[in-house]
C-alpha cells in the first residue's frame, strides 16, 4: 500500500534560498558571485570614505560616529555575506563533481571564495576532468594572471589591467564547463557594473588631471609666471648658490639671538666683538646685488624637506644692522648704510620663490622701518633726508601674489610624491607590512586615495587663486579682504580635503601682514611730520593729529590711527617719553603693531 506523499517542509522558503543563492547551476554561481565580488570590491573604497566623509563632516561625537559607522557598514557587509555565499555554493557543487569527499570539499571552496581570481585551480580541475583542453588552458592563464595580479607589485593600471583580463579568461573557462542548465548572460550585470565604475573612475581622474593643468594655467596668468614645479626649479636653480660665499659664512657664523638689554650701543660693541666673521660676511652680502637663492633639492623633490637656513641668517643680519642704527642714530653715514644694508636684505628675500622668504622680508622691513624712529628722535632729519632712508616701498601686492603662485608649485611637490606612492612606491617599501597584499586592493584603493588626492590638489589650486583679490580693485580694508580670502573650511572638512586644510587654512593671514607692513611705513610718515610739528612749535608735541590735512585712517579697519603723547608705557615695563601710533582695536583685530618715537 502506498502512503500518501508529504508535502515539501518549508518549501516556500527553501525555493527563495535556492533561487538567491543560484544553486540550480553551479557554473551560473561561480560566474554571478564573482561578477558580484568584483562589483563590490570597486565599490568598497568609495563606500568607505563617503561613510567617513559624511560622519567627520556631522560634527557629532566619537561614539555618535562610530555608531553613525557600523550602522552605515550593516548594508554594504550584507552584501559582501552574500556574495560569499554564493560563491561557496557554487565552488561546492563544482568541487563536489571531482572530489569525492564532500568535506574536503567545504574548506577548498571557502577558500577559494575569499581569493575569487584563484577559482581558476577549481576550474581548471573540473575541465582537465572533462578533457576540456581549449577552456582548461583558459583557466591556466587566468591562474597565472591572479598569481602576477597578487604577488608582484606594478605601478598604475597595469594591475586593473591584469585584473580585468584574468577575469576575462576565467569567465571564458567557467563558460566551457558542462552544466545541465543553459548559458545565459543577464546574471553578469553586476560584471558590467563593474566594467563601467572601472572605465568612469579612470575617466573621471582624466578630467581631474585636465582641471589641474587649466587651474594652474589661470593661477599662472594671476601670479605672472609660471607655477610649474618645472619651472619653479629653474628658477630657483638660477639664483645664487647657497654654498658660495659670501652666504655659506653667513649661515655658518650666524650667532644665537642675544637678549635685548634696552642699551643698543652696549650691545652693538659685545655683538662684533663676539662675531667679526659673521659681520664680515654681513658686508660682502649686502654688496652683492639682490638675488634669489639655490638651493640643494632632495632626491624625492620634497621642497618641505629643504633646509632654508639662509632665512634664519639674514634675520639676524638684519636684527645687528637695526641694532646698529638704534646705538649711532647721530651718525648719519652709519644709518644710511645701516638702512642700504637692510634694504638690501629685505630686497633678496623679495627675489626668493617661497612664501616664508616674503614673510622674513616683511620682518626685516618691520625692524628698518622701527630703528629708523632712532634717527628720526635726533630732530635733525630733513624731508628729503627721511624720504631716502624711507625709500622706495615694495610692491607688497605683486610680491605676495607671486609668492602664493610659487607656493603652489611647492604644493604640487607635496602631491605628486604622495600620487607617485600611491602607485605602487609606497607598497614596494620595506615598511609596508603585507608584500602579498591582495592585489586588487593595492589596485583599487591607491586608485581611489589617488583621485582624492588630485580632488585635494584642485581644491588647492582653487583657493590659491584668491590671491588675486591682493589686487583690492574694491579698495577694501585689510580686515575685509582676509574675510574674503579666508580658506573654505566647510568644503575642505565636508570633503576631507586633508592637506589643502594643513597647507592653507592661514592663507587669509597675508592681507593682513600686507595690512600691517603698509600701515607700519605710514606710521612712519606721520611719524616725521609729529616731529616736524615739533621742530616748528619750541619742542611741542601736538596734542592730537588734527594738524594733518587729513585724519589718516588705518589700512586694517578704515579706522582713525591712534596717537598717544607724552609719558608712554613700553612693552617691557619701563617708561619713556615721545609719541605713539597705533591702531584702533576692534573686534576683527587686536591692533597690535604701533610706531613709538622715544624723544630725550
Same mark, same amino acid.
Not at 564532500?102 to 571557502?110: I, L, T
Not at 659664512?249 to 642675544?258: D, N, W
Not at 584642485?458 to 579698495?475: T, V
Not at 592653507?504 to 616725521?528: C, H, P, T, V, Y
Given at each position: 500500500?502506498?502512503?500518501? $506523499?508529504?508535502?515539501?517542509?518549508?518549501?516556500?522558503?527553501?525555493?527563495?534560498?535556492?533561487?538567491?543563492? *543560484?544553486?540550480?547551476?553551479?557554473?551560473?554561481?561561480?560566474?554571478?558571485?564573482?561578477?558580484?565580488?568584483?562589483?563590490?570590491?570597486?565599490?568598497?573604497?568609495?563606500?568607505?570614505? &563617503?561613510?567617513?566623509?559624511?560622519?567627520?563632516?556631522?560634527?557629532?561625537?566619537?561614539?555618535?560616529?562610530?555608531?553613525?559607522?557600523?550602522?552605515?557598514?550593516?548594508?554594504?557587509?550584507?552584501?559582501?555575506?552574500?556574495?560569499?555565499?554564493?560563491?561557496?555554493?557554487?565552488? @561546492?557543487?563544482?568541487?563536489?563533481?571531482?572530489?569525492?569527499?564532500?568535506?574536503?570539499?567545504?574548506?577548498?571552496?571557502?577558500?577559494?571564495?575569499?581569493?575569487?581570481?584563484?577559482?581558476?585551480? $577549481?576550474?581548471?580541475?573540473?575541465?582537465?576532468?572533462?578533457?576540456?583542453?581549449?577552456?582548461?588552458?583558459?583557466?591556466?592563464?587566468?591562474?597565472?594572471?591572479?598569481?602576477?595580479?597578487?604577488?608582484?607589485?606594478?605601478?598604475?593600471?597595469?594591475?586593473?589591467?591584469? %585584473?580585468?583580463?584574468?577575469?576575462?579568461?576565467?569567465?571564458?573557462?567557467?563558460?566551457?564547463?558542462?552544466?545541465?542548465?543553459?548559458?545565459?548572460?543577464?546574471?553578469?550585470?553586476?560584471?558590467?557594473?563593474?566594467?563601467?565604475?572601472?572605465?568612469?573612475?579612470?575617466?573621471?581622474?582624466?578630467?581631474?588631471?585636465?582641471?589641474?593643468?587649466?587651474?594652474?594655467?589661470?593661477?599662472?596668468?594671476? $601670479?605672472?609666471?609660471?607655477?610649474? #614645479?618645472?619651472?619653479?626649479?629653474?628658477?630657483?636653480?638660477?639664483?645664487?648658490?647657497?654654498?658660495?660665499?659670501?652666504?655659506?659664512?653667513?649661515?655658518?657664523?650666524?650667532?644665537?639671538?642675544?637678549?635685548?638689554?634696552?642699551?643698543?650701543?652696549?650691545?652693538?660693541?659685545?655683538?662684533?666683538?663676539?662675531?667679526?666673521?659673521?659681520?664680515?660676511?654681513?658686508?660682502?652680502?649686502?654688496?652683492?646685488?639682490?638675488?634669489?637663492?639655490?638651493?640643494?633639492?632632495?632626491?624625492?623633490?620634497?621642497?618641505?624637506?629643504?633646509?632654508?637656513?639662509?632665512?634664519?641668517?639674514? /634675520?639676524?643680519?638684519?636684527?645687528?644692522?637695526?641694532? @646698529?642704527?638704534?646705538?649711532?642714530?647721530?651718525?648719519?653715514?652709519?644709518?644710511?648704510?645701516?638702512?642700504?644694508?637692510?634694504?638690501?636684505?629685505?630686497?633678496?628675500?623679495?627675489?626668493?620663490?617661497?612664501?616664508?622668504?616674503?614673510?622674513? $622680508?616683511?620682518?626685516?622691513?618691520?625692524?628698518?622701518?622701527?630703528?629708523? %624712529?632712532?634717527?628720526?628722535?635726533?630732530?635733525?632729519?630733513?624731508?628729503?633726508?627721511?624720504?631716502?632712508?624711507?625709500?622706495?616701498?615694495?610692491? *607688497?601686492?605683486?610680491?605676495?601674489? /607671486?609668492?602664493?603662485?610659487?607656493?603652489?608649485?611647492?604644493?604640487?611637490?607635496?602631491?605628486?610624491?604622495?600620487?607617485?606612492?600611491?602607485?605602487?612606491?609606497?607598497?614596494?617599501?620595506?615598511?609596508?607590512?603585507?608584500?602579498?597584499?591582495?592585489?586588487?586592493?593595492?589596485?583599487?584603493?591607491?586608485?581611489?586615495?589617488?583621485?582624492?588626492?588630485?580632488?585635494?590638489?584642485?581644491?588647492?589650486?582653487?583657493?590659491?587663486?584668491?590671491?588675486?583679490?591682493?589686487?583690492?580693485?574694491?579698495? #577694501?580694508?585689510?580686515?575685509?579682504?582676509?574675510?574674503?580670502?579666508?580658506?573654505?573650511?566647510?568644503?575642505?572638512?565636508?570633503?576631507? &580635503?586633508?592637506?589643502?586644510?594643513?597647507?592653507?587654512?592661514?592663507?587669509?593671514?597675508?592681507?593682513?601682514?600686507?595690512?600691517?607692513?603698509?600701515?607700519?611705513?605710514?606710521?612712519?610718515?606721520?611719524? *616725521?611730520?609729529?616731529?616736524?610739528?615739533?621742530?616748528?612749535?619750541?619742542?611741542?608735541?601736538?596734542?592730537?593729529?588734527?594738524?594733518?590735512?587729513?585724519?589718516?585712517?588705518?589700512?586694517?579697519?578704515?579706522?582713525?590711527?591712534?596717537?598717544?603723547?607724552?609719558?608712554?608705557?613700553? %612693552?617691557?615695563?619701563?617708561?619713556?617719553?615721545?609719541?605713539?601710533? %597705533?591702531?584702533?582695536?576692534?573686534?576683527?583685530?587686536?591692533?597690535?603693531?604701533? &610706531?613709538?618715537?622715544?624723544?630725550?
Amino acid at each position: 500500500m502506498k502512503t500518501a $506523499a508529504k508535502p515539501l517542509k518549508h518549501y516556500r522558503r527553501k525555493r527563495f534560498f535556492y533561487k538567491l543563492l *543560484w544553486r540550480r547551476s553551479f557554473r551560473t554561481g561561480a560566474m554571478f558571485g564573482m561578477a558580484w565580488q568584483q562589483l563590490i570590491l570597486l565599490l568598497f573604497p568609495f563606500f568607505l570614505w &563617503y561613510c567617513f566623509s559624511w560622519l567627520f563632516a556631522s560634527g557629532s561625537d566619537s561614539f555618535e560616529r562610530m555608531f553613525g559607522f557600523l550602522l552605515l557598514m550593516l548594508p554594504f557587509t550584507v552584501c559582501c555575506i552574500y556574495g560569499f555565499l554564493v560563491l561557496v555554493h557554487a565552488f @561546492s557543487a563544482m568541487l563536489r563533481s571531482v572530489i569525492p569527499n564532500d568535506k574536503a570539499a567545504a574548506p577548498v571552496a571557502m577558500l577559494l571564495t575569499l581569493f575569487f581570481p584563484f577559482a581558476g585551480i $577549481a576550474a581548471l580541475v573540473v575541465l582537465a576532468k572533462e578533457k576540456r583542453w581549449l577552456f582548461a588552458l583558459f583557466a591556466g592563464i587566468s591562474l597565472a594572471l591572479a598569481v602576477l595580479c597578487y604577488f608582484v607589485s606594478v605601478p598604475g593600471i597595469v594591475p586593473w589591467l591584469v %585584473s580585468w583580463i584574468g577575469l576575462a579568461f576565467l569567465f571564458v573557462a567557467l563558460a566551457g564547463i558542462r552544466d545541465r542548465d543553459g548559458l545565459r548572460f543577464y546574471f553578469l550585470w553586476p560584471l558590467a557594473g563593474a566594467l563601467a565604475l572601472t572605465v568612469g573612475v579612470f575617466c573621471y581622474e582624466a578630467a581631474l588631471r585636465r582641471d589641474l593643468v587649466r587651474e594652474r594655467a589661470e593661477l599662472s596668468k594671476i $601670479a605672472g609666471r609660471s607655477v610649474a #614645479l618645472a619651472d619653479y626649479r629653474a628658477r630657483d636653480a638660477a639664483g645664487f648658490p647657497v654654498g658660495d660665499e659670501p652666504l655659506k659664512s653667513l649661515i655658518a657664523r650666524k650667532p644665537g639671538g642675544e637678549e635685548d638689554t634696552g642699551k643698543p650701543r652696549e650691545m652693538v660693541e659685545e655683538y662684533r666683538k663676539k662675531n667679526p666673521e659673521f659681520i664680515e660676511a654681513l658686508r660682502k652680502t649686502v654688496k652683492l646685488p639682490a638675488q634669489a637663492i639655490a638651493h640643494v633639492w632632495p632626491e624625492d623633490n620634497m621642497i618641505v624637506g629643504m633646509q632654508f637656513e639662509e632665512y634664519g641668517a639674514f /634675520r639676524e643680519g638684519a636684527r645687528y644692522l637695526a641694532l @646698529s642704527i638704534k646705538a649711532d642714530p647721530e651718525n648719519r653715514e652709519n644709518v644710511r648704510y645701516c638702512n642700504a644694508g637692510m634694504e638690501r636684505l629685505r630686497d633678496w628675500m623679495l627675489a626668493g620663490n617661497a612664501l616664508i622668504a616674503r614673510l622674513v $622680508a616683511i620682518s626685516i622691513e618691520s625692524m628698518r622701518l622701527n630703528a629708523l %624712529s632712532y634717527p628720526l628722535a635726533t630732530g635733525t632729519i630733513s624731508a628729503a633726508d627721511w624720504q631716502e632712508l624711507l625709500g622706495k616701498e615694495p610692491d *607688497w601686492s605683486t610680491e605676495f601674489i /607671486r609668492t602664493l603662485g610659487d607656493e603652489a608649485a611647492v604644493y604640487d611637490a607635496i602631491f605628486d610624491f604622495m600620487v607617485v606612492g600611491l602607485k605602487g612606491k609606497l607598497f614596494e617599501s620595506e615598511a609596508f607590512p603585507l608584500k602579498t597584499l591582495n592585489g586588487a586592493v593595492q589596485a583599487y584603493m591607491p586608485l581611489f586615495a589617488r583621485i582624492h588626492l588630485l580632488r585635494d590638489q584642485r581644491f588647492c589650486l582653487l583657493e590659491l587663486k584668491k590671491a588675486n583679490l591682493l589686487r583690492n580693485p574694491d579698495g #577694501l580694508t585689510a580686515v575685509e579682504l582676509a574675510k574674503r580670502m579666508k580658506f573654505n573650511e566647510e568644503e575642505a572638512k565636508r570633503n576631507i &580635503y586633508i592637506f589643502s586644510t594643513m597647507l592653507l587654512s592661514a592663507q587669509n593671514a597675508i592681507a593682513l601682514k600686507k595690512g600691517e607692513i603698509e600701515d607700519r611705513r605710514r606710521f612712519a610718515q606721520i611719524a *616725521w611730520q609729529v616731529m616736524e610739528y615739533r621742530r616748528t612749535h619750541e619742542g611741542k608735541l601736538p596734542e592730537s593729529l588734527d594738524f594733518l590735512p587729513e585724519k589718516p585712517l588705518d589700512s586694517m579697519t578704515r579706522q582713525p590711527i591712534r596717537y598717544e603723547a607724552g609719558k608712554l608705557q613700553l %612693552s617691557d615695563d619701563r617708561e619713556g617719553y615721545g609719541f605713539r601710533l %597705533s591702531f584702533e582695536p576692534s573686534d576683527e583685530f587686536s591692533g597690535r603693531g604701533g &610706531y613709538t618715537v622715544l624723544l630725550k
